[in-house]
């Protein structure tokens, strides 16, 4: 198959020059056009989260698109946003009474960034080092994982502060304040690596911001919908932001973002924001049949057993010289490769490479690419997680002896 049309802007060609060619799959298993069988513990980064042919979501959504009605454009709801809009609110607190959707998370992020910019006619974010919002202009202006755009996405209004460190938030927080809009933050990093938020920074971050009557945004467009093995990261750390952001799993596979945020804020600023396929009527369906169905099967129970079953088989990767840290919840991990044993730095790339010749899809992550995320579905029999350690044990093992 040729690979003439495609760009190298995005990453398909990151692990190999002839990737798989998928055709299909079923729950935790992906088919190439070969009929080969590969576990995925990537979830298409995280957001085909109920796996792969899941009968109750094409069941239902083929419904909705035998009706013929796809989309209503950004200036109309139909019924099934209301329906959405109730489902979805099921889930969340209370005092996220307010809804803007968007295409996807990043496009949530934009939205979440313009509103605290009108809310509070001031012009400046403070943002973390390690964080990942988005690859268009705000969004990637208030993230610390820039990558290849850094050069070009520099924004004095942006105030980048040293994650987990209470002591440069203040200093930055106190120089700032009277021209800053909000603070954004992922509770925990998953593009660096999966790095947690410690709790009493978490905390301070949230006290200072309400004393000082400050917006406080929480981008879980990663950790939305279980992967902490809450609902939600606000959940995880019992510390509720004022701006909720959330994307990825949030349509099952389908792009969808959204902005949840609280009456308090004024959001009478039409054109503001608004997208031509936000809110697309097919992933606004999705999204509430994925509701629904996580609800039905208890997901939280789901994503307990497989927390419990990674962190067993994680264990036995801490004998290995080279595994720096295993870092992990729910059903998100990752392990840390540590670079200073092989000559090429881009050496984790090239066993996440060894691990897909050996049918096992997985994530790229970290500040320099050196970690190896793991997101199951949450689906997964504890067969299938065995499997793949078993993948991972080989490859790991071969790779010890060559050190």
């Not at 088989?313 to 540590?338: A, H, P, Y």
């Amino acid at each position: 198959m040729q690979n003439n049309y495609i760009s190298n802007l995005g990453k398909y060609f990151r692990l190999s020059k002839y990737p798989p060619v998928f055709i299909g799959g079923k729950n935790e298993i992906l088919i190439d056009k070969n009929g080969s069988k590969y576990l995925d513990f990537a979830c298409g980064s995280g957001t085909s989260v109920l796996g792969h042919q899941n009968n109750f979501i094409i069941k239902n959504l083929t419904k909705v698109v035998n009706r013929g009605f796809i989309h209503s454009g950004p200036h109309f709801l139909s019924s099934d946003h209301y329906k959405f809009f109730n489902e979805l609110s099921n889930f969340l607190d209370k005092r996220f009474s307010i809804f803007n959707l968007a295409t996807n998370g990043t496009e949530a992020t934009e939205t979440a960034l313009k509103l605290a910019f009108h809310h509070t006619n001031k012009r400046k974010i403070i943002y973390f080092e390690g964080s990942y919002h988005g690859r268009t202009g705000y969004a990637l202006s208030s993230s610390g994982m820039k990558g290849i755009n850094n050069n070009f996405f520099t924004n004095t209004n942006f105030i980048k502060c040293k994650f987990n460190s209470i002591e440069d938030f203040k200093k930055k927080f106190i120089k700032h304040k009277k021209d800053l809009a909000a603070v954004i933050i992922e509770p925990i990093q998953a593009t660096s690596g999966f790095i947690f938020s410690e709790s009493k920074f978490l905390k301070e971050v949230r006290r200072i911001t309400t004393n000082h009557n400050k917006l406080l945004i929480f981008d879980e467009v990663w950790t939305g919908f279980g992967k902490t093995g809450f609902d939600f990261g606000y959940n995880y750390y019992k510390i509720k932001p004022d701006i909720l952001i959330l994307g990825k799993s949030l349509a099952c596979g389908l792009p969808l973002g959204l902005v949840a945020f609280t009456k308090k804020i004024n959001h009478n600023f039409p054109g503001a924001q608004s997208s031509t396929f936000q809110g697309n009527i097919l992933a606004i369906n999705s999204s509430f049949l994925f509701l629904k169905y996580i609800k039905k099967i208890k997901y939280l129970d789901k994503i307990e057993n497989i927390s419990i079953n990674m962190k067993t088989e994680m264990k036995k990767l801490e004998k290995f010289k080279f595994v720096k840290k295993i870092r992990g919840v729910g059903f998100m991990w990752g392990i840390e490769i540590d670079t200073k044993y092989f000559e090429n730095p881009d050496y984790t790339n090239l066993i996440r490479y060894n691990l897909l010749k050996n049918k096992l899809i997985t994530w790229e992550c970290g500040k320099n690419s050196n970690v190896i995320g793991l997101i199951p579905p949450i689906i997964i029999p504890n067969s299938s997680i065995k499997k793949a350690f078993n993948i991972i044990l080989k490859t790991f093992n071969k790779i010890n002896i060559e050190i």
